[in-house]
């Protein structure tokens, strides 16, 4: 008996390095794969790049205001729409939705913008809570909270920092 187990495990072994050994690779129907690499990062489906223009009037209708586009400020009701939502409640009643003039007021009201700002635009409070996307795919910044893969374009960015690198006028 100990001699059968022996002879069929050796067997056993040899058949499973001839089996690895001619594998190539294919899949058949009915046989399953594991693979233990991670899934790549999907592109996201949510860059935030509308319009041109780096005047007030052209950052809030295509970037900041309710564009009705996902990232918005004031798109999904529970960030800056109105000061009773809760994101607007988080961020000392920053409001964004209810006029251009009371959305450039509020970035000035909160510190997210000042006249220091002018000379380093790049490092404005409204600049660094942006999200923003690395070569590498991770995010920077915060907002928007929603969708989650929203993240604002490098061109976006420069419209944004030009305009406050301009004074922030309320043009």
């Known amino acids: 008996m100990r001699g059968t187990w022996a002879l069929s495990s050796s067997a056993l072994v040899a058949v499973t390095i001839v089996a690895c050994a001619t594998a190539g690779g294919e899949i058949t129907p009915g046989t399953e794969r594991f693979d233990a690499a991670l899934p790549p990062t999907p592109e996201s489906s949510c860059p935030i790049e509308e319009g041109s223009g780096d005047k007030w009037s052209d950052i809030y209708r295509d970037l900041l205001g309710p564009t009705g586009k996902p990232g918005s400020c004031s798109l999904v009701k529970t960030c800056h729409g109105s000061a009773e939502e809760s994101g607007a409640k988080a961020s000392n009643f920053f409001v964004c939705g209810t006029s251009k003039d009371d959305c450039r007021q509020k970035l000035i009201d909160t510190n997210l913008i000042n006249e220091d700002d002018k000379a380093a635009p790049e490092k404005a409070g409204l600049v660094t809570v942006l999200r923003t996307r ?12 929603e969708p989650k893969d929203c993240f604002f374009t490098p061109t976006s960015l420069n419209r944004i920092t030009t305009w406050i690198k301009n004074g922030f006028p309320n043009d």
């Open 134 to 145: 690395n070569p590498d795919k991770t995010f920077k910044g915060i907002m928007p909270k």
